[in-house]
């Protein structure tokens, strides 16, 4: 069983810059796949980032490049995405996942969610 818990979000102008977090619970991180996902209100959930059990390679959609980065730290088994220059449209509930799939881009290839983080970006 692994138990995921988000932190880092919350209320940024646009252009500003947030670091979540996603802290594990388990006893061998290392050997999960894990992703970012978000769901703004009234939209599906969709694909942010996804990052391999080593940390390399890594994943971001379209409308990510260029703006964050995905990274984790085996050792304090917790996953980062930096993301900068935010825009209002980057509002959204986002969620952490941990799957074992070397790096999966789809909701079904994950197996295990937090309870997500919300950021909120004002113009």
């Known amino acids: 069983q692994v138990q995921l818990v988000e932190s880092g979000g919350g209320l940024v102008q646009a252009g500003g810059s947030l670091r979540l977090s996603c802290a594990a619970s388990?006893?061998?991180?290392?050997?999960?796949?894990m992703g970012w996902f978000r769901q703004a209100p009234g939209k599906a959930r969709e694909f942010v980032a996804a990052?391999?059990?080593?940390?390399?390679?890594?994943s971001y959609a379209d409308y990510l490049q260029g703006r964050g980065t995905i990274s984790r730290d085996n050792v304090k088994n917790t996953m980062y995405l930096q993301m900068n220059s935010l825009k209002p449209e980057d509002t959204a509930v986002y969620f952490c996942?941990?799957?074992?799939?070397?790096?999966?881009?789809?909701?079904?290839?994950?197996?295990?969610w937090g309870q997500g983080t919300q950021v909120t970006v004002s113009s």
């Open positions: 996942a941990a799957g074992l799939a070397l790096l999966a881009v789809r909701e079904r290839e994950y197996m295990y």
């Open positions: 388990v006893r061998s991180f290392s050997a999960y796949g």
């Open positions: 990052i391999s059990r080593s940390g390399y390679p890594t």
